[in-house]
């Protein structure tokens, strides 16, 4: 996936965040789209430890997210175990971190209208 351009107006963290957040989001459909490949097993990006790995806003640590096989999910005789219902949940569980991701730029962007704005 392409990064996100820096602009400078935002922590780097929360750039970071939302790239962690669009990356499991495009996981997440990629295995809800190979529900019904056989032999395809289903993949995550372990966003806790993603977002472990932010550092501060200096930008030191930079962030790789993983996609790795996820374990212990049941087969089907084909051989895939994509499982629809959790895929829905964790669809719905990233698409919330995003949108709090969103509000926390939208927030930020305030900050920075009110301030040049001078305070009102």
């Known amino acids: 996936m392409p990064e996100m351009a820096s602009s400078g107006l935002i922590p780097s963290s929360l ?3 939302l790239e962690v957040a669009s990356d499991r989001q495009q996981t997440v459909a990629a295995n809800m789209a190979n529900v019904d490949t056989p032999g395809y097993h289903t993949k995550d990006v372990n966003f806790k430890q993603a977002l472990a790995t932010i550092g501060n806003d200096d930008g030191q640590v930079q962030l790789t997210p993983t996609v790795v096989n996820v374990k212990g999910l049941l087969e089907r005789p ?3 175990n994509v499982n629809l219902d959790r895929e829905s949940l964790l669809l719905a569980q990233t698409q919330l971190q995003y949108q709090m991701g969103i509000q926390l730029v939208k927030s930020n ?3 920075l209208l009110s ?4 305070g009102s």
Do not use: C, K, M, V
């Open 115 to 118: 301030a040049i704005n001078g």
């Open 78 to 80: 084909d051989g895939n």
């Open 109 to 111: 962007f305030h900050q």
């Open 15 to 17: 750039e970071r965040f």
